[in-house]
């Protein structure tokens, strides 16, 4: 069982920056591939950015591109989403999530692949 906890939302203007993290709880983070999402209102959850065991090849929605880092500190069970440039459709609901992975460098794009969830932060970006 993993639990994650999201931090770092909240309201910025355009052009602006916010760092999200995500705790994990347990001993095996490292065994987990990692993924932030965000979802709209009455939308699906799409896959902002995606990070293997290894942190070898980040994955980022094109939207995002250029914009957003995901990274992640294995000795401190935390996965990052560093947001530059932020933009109004940026807004939404920021989710991570954790898929036990059998390989270091795989990565995972669709939510229905993650096996737990964290509770959610809220980006309003403002123009």
């Known amino acids: 069982q993993v639990q994650l906890v999201e931090s770092g939302g909240g309201l910025v203007q355009a052009g602006g920056s916010l760092r999200l993290s995500c705790a994990a709880s347990?001993?095996?983070?490292?065994?987990?591939?990692m993924g932030w999402f965000r979802q709209d209102p009455g939308k699906e959850r799409d896959l902002v950015a995606g990070?293997?065991?290894?942190?070898?090849?980040?994955h980022y929605a094109d939207s995002v591109k250029g914009r957003f880092t995901i990274s992640r500190d294995n000795a401190k069970n935390t996965v990052y989403l560093q947001m530059n440039s932020l933009k109004p459709e940026d807004t939404a609901v920021y989710y991570c999530?954790?898929?036990?992975?059998?390989?270091?460098?795989?990565?995972?794009?669709?939510?229905?692949?993650?096996?737990?969830w964290g509770q959610g932060t809220q980006v309003t970006v403002s123009s």
């Open positions: 999530a954790a898929k036990n992975a059998r390989y270091e460098s795989s990565w995972f794009r669709d939510a229905y692949n993650y096996d737990y």
């Open positions: 990070i293997s065991r290894s942190a070898t090849n980040p």
């Open positions: 347990g001993r095996t983070f490292s065994s987990y591939a």
